[in-house]
């Protein structure tokens, strides 16, 4: 048997009679750049994420690019993010000019540890980035807090996490955060059943990256956010900073989402909760299987999250993973590690100056952690047999 790492040709299939006729008509009409489609699909995603605007950009690196540039971020400033996630989320700080700043993740959740990001902060930090890492939601209510405290502005990068659900579980109610709450008959404060991710920070920045849960059919991103006046600014950004056409009132960019893109995202964005309940079962099965196996830590779930799986990461301790991956790629198996070098430790950052044991956690997992195979459409059998050859590496 063999098991890909992803099948994006299963996806295709669920939409393919939709966005062959919407395709059409974009060729016909001629309309690609900033046709009424993208228009369309920016208020269908806002809605989905419940936010106000949404602005569709070129990529996800370039929806933080902006979203940073939206929120006056340049030369001189810090921004803290962690040092254990993709290296776009890092790169897109450095385009502007500012300093990334490093900060350690929990070792459970694989997201930015809270509780370390005070000390990260100085005079010159301007926003904290969080990731959702793998599709697993961040614990928003500590660091919302921080940034009350301190007027610091929050980037999500939520690239792998369309329609993930963060549902806090501990309430601050001193805290002016954006957090809504329902006032129960007896006054106490309870929380509602959560909001999806995206809509906690300044602005909330998307990929849609052909592998990702919402993908387009190339290179594609979106900016979303609450603030009319950001969603203002990110319109002239993306587009030569233009306030009309031969009006030109800063410096801005060719960075707009493509209007085929949007057709094929429109088509898809209906079918994306479905699409993630599939994941989620996915992962349940997984875990029920490879429970029993002392070498695997298998995701988790924290009350507050609904993790959608963008990545399925499961950690082999004991220094075992290359023989795993080694008999996985044996038994046509794909998989992957997300990431093995963490920002801190990569070249591309060596004048920052860190070094080994700087982040122990993120030291750790990116030498534990593998990606098995994870998309909709995969078939139980095949989870069973990623399975059956994981006992089969260990029993080595
Ligand atoms: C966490 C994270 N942030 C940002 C990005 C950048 O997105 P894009 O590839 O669309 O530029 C990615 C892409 O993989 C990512 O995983």
């Given at each position: 048997m063999e098991v890909p790492f992803l099948d994006l040709s299963i996806q295709y299939k669920e939409i393919r009679d939709e966005i062959d006729t919407n395709l059409q008509k974009v060729f016909?009409?001629?309309?690609?750049?900033?046709?009424?489609?993208?228009?369309?699909?920016?208020?269908?995603?806002?809605?989905?994420?419940?936010?106000?605007?949404?602005?569709?950009?070129?990529?996800?690196?370039?929806a933080l690019f902006l979203a940073l540039k939206a929120l006056n971020i340049g030369a001189g400033d810090e921004v803290i993010v962690p040092a254990f996630t993709y290296i776009a989320s890092s790169l897109a700080i450095s385009y502007t000019g500012a300093k990334p700043v490093f900060c350690d993740i929990e070792e459970d959740t694989y997201n930015i540890n809270p509780d370390l990001i005070e000390d990260?902060?100085?005079?010159?930090?301007?926003a904290i980035?969080?990731?959702?890492?793998?599709?697993?939601?961040?614990?928003?209510?500590?660091?919302?807090?921080?940034?009350?405290?301190?007027?610091?502005?929050?980037?999500?990068?939520?690239?792998?996490?369309h329609g993930a659900v963060y549902r806090p579980t501990r309430i601050n109610t001193n805290s002016k955060s954006r957090i809504d709450t329902n006032k129960k008959n007896d006054g106490r404060e309870t929380i509602n059943d959560g909001r999806k991710v995206g809509s906690f920070g300044d602005v909330g920045c998307f990929s849609f990256y052909p592998t990702k849960n919402l993908a387009a059919f190339g290179d594609a991103g979106m900016v979303v956010t609450n603030n009319k006046e950001l969603r203002d600014r990110l319109y002239r950004l993306r587009n030569y900073g233009r306030k009309d056409k031969y009006h030109h009132v800063e410096i801005g960019y060719n960075s707009r989402l493509d209007t085929v893109q949007a057709v094929i995202l429109k088509a898809k964005l209906k079918k994306?909760?479905?699409?993630?309940?599939?994941?989620?079962?996915?992962?349940?099965?997984?875990?029920?299987?490879?429970?029993?196996?002392?070498?695997?830590?298998?995701?988790?779930?924290?009350?507050?999250?609904?993790?959608?799986?963008?990545?399925?990461?499961?950690?082999?301790?004991?220094?075992?993973?290359?023989?795993?991956?080694?008999?996985?790629?044996?038994?046509?198996?794909?998989a992957i590690i997300h990431y093995p070098i963490p920002l801190h430790l990569q070249k591309a950052y060596s004048e920052l100056k860190y070094k080994e044991k700087d982040f122990p956690v993120s030291e750790k997992i990116a030498l534990e952690i593998l990606s098995l195979p994870m998309f909709?459409?995969?078939?139980?059998?095949?989870?069973?047999?990623?399975?059956?050859?994981?006992?089969?590496?260990f029993s080595l």
């Open positions: 016909k009409k001629g309309n690609f750049i900033l046709g009424k489609e993208v228009e369309e699909f920016e208020n269908e995603f806002a809605e989905y994420c419940g936010v106000d605007y949404g602005v569709g950009v070129n990529s996800g690196t370039d990260k902060i100085t005079d010159k930090t301007k980035m969080v990731v959702h890492l793998y599709g697993n939601p961040v614990d928003m209510q500590p660091i919302l807090d921080i940034s009350d405290k301190y007027n610091i502005k929050i980037i999500e990068d939520c690239a792998q996490a994306l909760d479905k699409w993630n309940e599939l994941r989620r079962n996915n992962a349940e099965y997984y875990n029920s299987l490879l429970c029993d196996i002392d070498e695997i830590i298998t995701p988790i779930e924290k009350d507050y999250a609904k993790h959608v799986y963008h990545v399925y990461g499961v950690r082999i301790k004991d220094n075992k993973r290359s023989k795993v991956i080694e008999k996985l790629n044996d038994n046509n198996i794909s909709p459409g995969i078939k139980k059998e095949q989870i069973e047999y990623v399975v059956r050859v994981l006992k089969l590496a």
